[in-house]
């Protein structure tokens, strides 16, 4: 089965940039989507068609695409930001939707 | 306010069927693609099924297929799932969520799942 790869973990000061990355062959032909999900709440879409921001999500969250890996940038990060972060997308048909494993991102 | 609201989920033995409803208000439900999605306890987000805008085309999981059915009421704005032969694997909050696609001649633009719910719990255990 089709599967979207994203790092476990990833820990970041206030103010610095976090990187999260989400890799997969079929990337390259399908756009990719970011959602944001705090404990116990419902997810939040934060990025969709690989680099567009949604009306109401801050500018410092960003998406970029590049070859079989989509990254989700969030410069600047607050305490606030603290959550699990998920990408999603398609396999190469288009037909199946598959949400990556999920990664923790956690502000030092 | 655009919001929806799962019901339906609940104990369930082994084998056992249950069938989830979402309640969509606020938007025009029958111009949205419709999603459900699970999440089991401390675990990620898992993609179970879509269903078009006007309820003719339908897509599974392989772990759901051939067990859950995925239908909807748009003169009742509501998204529902039957889920049959249920699993202990099969425990998770379930979530409804929408989704904007625009069709332009044989192609499609998914713009994500934008709204979503509160959830549903599902437990299968004996």
């Known amino acids: 089965s089709y599967e979207l790869t994203q790092p476990p973990s990833v820990s970041v000061s206030p103010g610095q940039t976090a990187r999260i990355t989400c890799s997969a062959d079929a990337l390259p032909k399908q756009y990719a989507y970011w959602y944001q999900q705090k404990p116990g709440q419902a997810p939040v879409r934060v990025i969709y068609?690989?680099?567009e921001r949604p009306s109401g999500i801050p500018e410092r969250f960003s998406g970029s695409s590049s070859g079989t890996t989509v990254t989700l940038n969030i410069s600047g990060v607050q305490a606030e930001d603290e959550a699990d972060y998920y990408c999603?997308?398609?396999?190469?048909?288009?037909?199946?939707?598959?949400f990556g494993g999920g990664t923790k991102l956690t502000v030092l | 306010e655009v919001q929806l609201v799962e019901s339906g989920g609940g104990l369930v033995q082994p084998g056992g069927s249950l069938r989830l409803s979402c309640a969509a208000s606020?938007?025009?439900?029958?111009?949205?693609?419709m999603h459900w999605v699970r999440q089991a306890p401390g675990k990620g987000l898992v993609w179970v099924s879509h269903?078009?805008?006007?309820?003719?085309?339908?897509t599974y999981a392989d772990s759901v297929k051939g067990r859950f059915t995925i239908s909807r009421d748009n003169a009742k704005n509501t998204l529902y799932l039957q889920m049959n032969s249920l699993r202990a694997e099969d425990t998770a909050l379930y979530y409804c969520?929408?989704?904007?696609?625009?069709?332009?001649?044989?192609?499609?633009?998914?713009?994500?799942?934008?709204?979503w719910g509160q959830g549903t719990t599902v437990t299968v255990s004996s």
């Open positions: 999603q997308s398609a396999d190469s048909s288009g037909t199946y939707e598959v």
């Open positions: 969520a929408r989704e904007k696609v625009a069709v332009a001649g044989n192609y499609y633009y998914y713009y994500g799942l934008d709204v």
């Open positions: 068609k690989d680099s």
């Open positions: 269903i078009n805008s006007d309820g003719s085309s339908t």
């Open positions: 606020g938007f025009t439900f029958s111009s949205f693609w």
